[in-house]
């Protein structure tokens, strides 16, 4: 009995150390954190800015490979999967590099951390989808708890609702009976039974 609780007390293997990183999953938008601050805004759990770097920043000249030294540097606010209630905003600061070859000037790339200009990453995006339709999580409450505005979050619910599910030809498979207006029903899956204006059976 006591080797079967010695046994069950050990761990099936070692623990890695702490990486805020891996957990935040900053390595996969190609960035690391180097500092943090929480903030009281947006919903009760408040808000995490997490300060990024580029894990590879631009050092050298695409066209020339010259030495490319920084001219200056801003901050981009993106915003990330929250940790619980808390929000949390990615703060990636986007050097400004310039050749001293060729003079061409460019920005570090953070179009893996949130593409086509968005500021919500597409884990954040996911999850406001997953909170929104399945979960029947007010666009409200998802905005508060992520700390941006109702707009911000609700644009990024539909514009993934309509890509993924809406035009998505097999969503209705093995549907029988649906519980929506008539007329909403006639134009998107004609053939299917309603039972009524309102039913849910």
Do not use: Y
């Given at each position: ?22 957990l ?28 990024c ?15 490319s030294?920084?001219r ?8 990330h ?23 061409r ?5 953070l ?6 200009g968005r500021r919500?990453?597409e ?15 007010g ?8 700390g ?16 993924r ?29 309603v ?7």
């Amino acid at each position: 009995m006591k080797k079967i609780t010695e046994d069950a007390s050990r761990p099936v293997r070692e623990s890695d150390r702490f990486d805020g990183d891996a957990l935040l999953g900053l390595d996969s938008l190609g960035l690391r954190g180097v500092a943090q601050r929480h903030v009281p805004r947006g919903g009760r759990g408040g808000v995490w800015e997490i300060r990024c770097e580029p894990i590879e920043p631009a050092r050298s000249c695409p066209d020339c490979g010259g030495p490319s030294p920084v001219r200056s540097s801003r901050w981009c606010r993106f915003i990330h999967t929250p940790l619980g209630k808390a929000g949390v905003h990615l703060l990636a600061r986007r050097r400004r590099c310039e050749c001293r070859g060729c003079g061409r000037a460019w920005e570090d790339d953070l179009s893996r951390v949130a593409a086509d200009g968005r500021r919500l990453t597409e884990a954040v995006v996911w999850w406001s989808v997953a909170s929104v339709v399945p979960g029947a999580t007010g666009v409200r409450s998802v905005a508060m708890t992520l700390g941006c505005s109702w707009d911000c979050a609700n644009d990024a619910v539909l514009s993934k609702g309509m890509a993924r599910l809406i035009d998505d030809e097999h969503r209705l498979d093995g549907v029988a009976v649906i519980g929506a207006e008539r007329a909403c029903v006639a134009a998107h899956a004609p053939g299917l039974q309603v039972r009524g204006p309102w039913s849910w059976t």
